[in-house]
């Protein structure tokens, strides 16, 4: 199992800029994509983006391209989520989650939710207007 760690949330006017990380552990032979998701007050979990395991392959939700970007470091351990131009509307707690995978899988990207195997707590980010 891989235990996630999410970092970085806050409150921020809109405009503003915020930086989620995912700080991963677990077992080194354990190979693993990652992907955001966040859930607003009232509202269902929502894909936002994911990375391959490779750092190749990347996905977002319309509402938020060219707006986030995500990757990974080189070392895979931390994830993260680079969001500009923020909008109220992108109020949510959001997600980190890993999904692990196979040689045949490193470079795929998933919007998924129940093909992930491990969440983090999650991190509130507030954008007002």
């Not at 923020?86 to 899988?105: F, G, I, N, Q, S």
Request: contains cysteine.
């Amino acid at each position: 199992q891989v235990q996630l760690v999410e970092s970085g949330g806050g409150l921020v006017q809109a405009g503003g800029s915020l930086r989620l990380s995912c700080a991963a552990s677990g077992p080194t032979f354990i190979k693993y994509a990652m992907g955001w998701f966040r859930q607003a007050l009232g509202k269902g979990r929502e894909f936002v983006s994911a990375i391959s395991w490779s750092g190749n392959k990347t996905s977002y939700v319309d509402s938020v391209k060219g707006r986030f970007t995500i990757s990974r470091d080189s070392a895979k351990t931390t994830g993260y989520l680079q969001m500009n131009n923020l909008k109220p509307e992108d109020t949510a707690v959001y997600y980190c989650a890993a999904r692990v995978v196979d040689y045949t899988e490193y470079e795929e990207v998933s919007s998924v939710s129940y093909k992930y195997n491990s969440w983090g707590r999650g991190t509130q980010v507030t954008v007002s207007s």
